[in-house]
T-cell receptor
Framework: DQQVKQNSPSLSVQEGRISILNCDYT??????FLWYKKYPAEGPTFLIS?????DKNEDGRFTVFLNKSAKHLSLHIVPSQPGDSAVYFC???????????FGKGTHLIIQP | DTGVSQDPRHKITKRGQNVTFRCDPI?????LYWYRQTLGQGPEFLTY????????KSRLLSDRFSAERPKGSFSTLEIQRTEQGDSAMYLC??????????FGQGTRLTVV
């Protein structure tokens, strides 16, 4: 049972445009959400996070939006750059002695 | 800050052999996590240490898997009697609190 779902395995966006990556979750106990970026043969790299008490968090070109009632979050990247091409993972935490629960990832391809 | 370090980066072993992986977390981080990632999936949480205490181990995949963190610094993950299905990337992560986790580059295990 996938508690964190990323329904788009891949996404292609033109350089300079906005990239929007989506994530849905089913467990209402999750209260902290993160996005990671991963290049081949490397570990995931933290991008941005959001607590459930907020609905938006920005860091430079990256913004994460959280809609708790819909159990949905999204990552916006503006403007998209070639170096953004990677696999993006959505992850969620419910605290306690528990690790992160990850989605399957979305492969973002930035076209020149 | 040298980041999370994992050793070895790659391991090829014959079915039935035992393997041990090492993780050195970021020095001031008291939380340490192990994950497994297989092709097309996100990282899957295995076990969690806070200092030297293993607070969650029910997610270890079988009794062939065990982990230690003897002095609350580095950690080891051992797989006994390896099977072909154990082939995967094993990731270690550390954090200072329940916020963002920092991942190592992983150990890729191939069981032949």
């Amino acid at each position: 049972d996938q508690q964190v779902k990323q329904n788009s395995p891949s996404l292609s966006v033109q350089e300079g445009r906005i990239s929007i990556l989506n994530c849905d979750y089913t467990n209402s106990m999750f209260d902290y959400f993160l996005w990671y970026k991963k290049y081949p043969a490397e570990g995931p790299t933290f991008l941005i996070s959001i607590s459930s008490i907020k609905d938006k968090n920005e860091d430079g070109r990256f913004t994460v939006f959280l809609n708790k009632s819909a159990k949905h979050l999204s990552l916006h990247i503006v403007p998209s750059q070639p170096g953004d091409s990677a696999v993006y993972f959505c992850a969620a935490s419910k605290g306690g002695a528990d690790g992160l629960t990850f989605g399957k990832g979305t492969h973002l391809i930035i076209q020149p | 800050d040298t980041g999370v370090s994992q050793d070895p980066r790659h391991k090829i072993t014959k079915r039935g052999q035992n393997v041990t992986f090492r993780c050195d977390p970021i020095s001031e981080h008291n939380r340490l996590y192990w994950y497994r990632q297989t092709l097309g999936q996100g990282p899957e949480f295995l076990t969690y240490f806070q200092n030297e205490a293993q607070l969650e181990k029910s997610r270890l995949l079988s009794d062939r898997f065990s982990a230690e963190r003897p002095k609350g610094s580095f950690s080891t993950l051992e797989i006994q009697r390896t099977e072909q299905g154990d082939s995967a990337m094993y990731l270690c992560a550390s954090s200072a609190d329940r916020g963002r986790s920092f991942f190592g580059q992983g150990t890729r295990l191939t069981v032949v």
